[in-house]
């Protein structure tokens, strides 16, 4: 009943996609268990890219079943938007192949208003999220006045409902943030409408399903959206997103038990990189950091924004390892260091001349660190037509075998280029083959 979880090591953006996509050539299911469409994964098949913000990375095999599962928030605007590009693209998106789950909340026009005027509120001290309404979301969902999908069969008992979730949103954005209100209540009530004509095919009982499906023996991948560092609980606060993004949260985002868990796979970046406000200890504001942005075509795939590089973090690494308790690391973008001589990974940190155990709690105090470098040889081959572990330069295979050893890890996958065939295997990585047949 193999269970695998993928889930970002990093501040989100490495490629959790990609790999999801790889993988599920021979996955029965491909499940996303939190965040909402503040997440954007990017797949290239052929050539051709694809961008995905809510719908399960899986959705290009049109053998496995998605599940869109309960700890997702889920705009509706955004997901109708989505299943209409792909099947204009003659992609299968169709209620055999796509399920959200009854219990997932909506994401609603009062929520994104929210979320948009307080970060206006906030000046200099924006925290960086990306106006979509998440937080708000599950802001409602945790005081127990959100709006589960499975409330759109009854629209009759949902009116009075909501209306008094819009009226408290709108005291609040006048008194309290003191913005103008311009939404209407028959907007919010329209979205509503919408969501029913649209999701209404799709609604199903995922966490049911997905269990019939791992008692079966079914091959099951999980999804996560963001990265380790941005989980609400664990973190760098306050520059977190609204839910839980490490492994463990595929428990209650999805409604399993954690024994259905097999294996774990991190998925971490060569370099690290961060979008948005936020301490970033190895942070390269130079023309290295300038090449990584651009070698590597570091922008937002749901924003746009530039995201910020630096070297790889290696000490972020080992926690991010002992959150997840990840069996097994995938680092992808080997190939965009080709080229860059010496390379440094961080092993430490110190901070008031002392060497730290952990990450410490305080962001403040974060930004105050002082990472501890070692150098190593780079390489200048092109690393993108590369299908073997053993051909892979001799520095390239020692930088990748350095970090598996401060990590705690194994390097179970190497991705060295943008395609989905452009994945290498480590000898060290049989679940993981056995998983995909390869």
Not at 53 to 59: E, Q, T, Y
Not at 242 to 251: D, E, R
Not at 386 to 404: C, D, E, G, M, N
Request: aromatic content about 8%.
């Amino acid at each position: 009943m193999p269970g695998l979880v993928v889930v970002g090591a990093q501040w989100g953006d490495e490629g959790k996609g990609k790999l999801v996509d790889y993988l599920t050539s021979s996955a029965d299911s491909v499940v996303r268990f939190q965040g909402g469409n503040n997440a954007g994964h990017t797949l290239v098949v052929d050539g051709e890219t694809t961008k995905l913000h809510l719908i399960p990375s899986g959705i290009l095999r049109s053998e496995s079943t998605c599940f869109i599962a309960a700890g997702v928030v889920v705009d509706p605007d955004v997901f109708w938007k989505e299943v209409s590009d792909l099947k204009a693209r003659g992609v299968k998106v169709e209620p055999s192949n796509l399920v959200i789950d009854r219990d997932a909340h909506l994401i609603l026009p009062y929520h994104k208003a929210t979320d948009i005027a307080r970060e206006e509120a906030r000046g200099l001290k924006k925290i960086g999220t990306t106006g979509r309404g998440i937080g708000p979301a599950y802001e409602d969902r945790a005081n127990r006045s959100g709006v589960r999908i499975a409330e759109l069969s009854d629209l009759e008992s949902l009116r009075e409902k909501v209306k008094t979730n819009y009226e408290s949103r709108v005291s609040y954005l006048e008194k309290v943030l003191e913005v103008s209100n311009t939404l209407s209540f028959d907007e919010v009530w329209s979205s509503i409408e919408r969501a029913k004509e649209n999701l209404s095919p799709y609604i199903g009982n995922a966490s049911y399903t997905v269990n019939k499906h791992i008692s079966s023996g079914k091959k099951v991948v999980f999804e996560g959206a963001q990265g380790t560092f941005l989980d609400q609980v664990h973190g760098t606060l306050p520059f977190v997103t609204s839910s839980n993004t490490i492994a463990g949260a595929v428990t209650t985002g999805v409604g399993i038990g954690p024994k259905a868990i097999d294996y774990v796979l991190g998925v971490a970046k060569a370099y690290t990189t961060r979008v948005g406000s936020g301490p970033f200890p190895t942070e390269l504001t130079c023309e290295i950091g300038d090449r990584l942005v651009q070698v590597g075509a570091e922008f937002g795939t749901t924003t746009g924004r530039k995201r910020r590089c630096g070297w790889f973090d290696a000490f972020l690494l080992k926690r991010a390892v002992r959150l997840n308790g990840m069996d097994g690391v995938a680092l992808t973008k080997l190939d965009v260091l080709t080229g860059i001589n010496p390379l440094k990974i961080c092993v430490s940190y110190k901070l008031d001349g002392e060497k730290l155990k952990d990450l410490p709690a305080l962001s403040s105090k974060l930004e105050l660190v002082e990472p501890q470098f070692i150098e190593l040889e780079g390489w200048e081959e092109d690393l993108t037509n590369v299908t073997k572990w053993h051909h892979l330069p001799a520095q390239a295979r020692f930088y990748i075998s350095t970090i598996s050893e401060i990590i705690g890890a194994p390097i179970t996958m190497v991705s060295v280029g943008p395609e989905r065939d452009s994945t290498i295997f480590s000898s060290g990585s049989s679940f993981v083959k056995n998983f995909y047949k390869v």
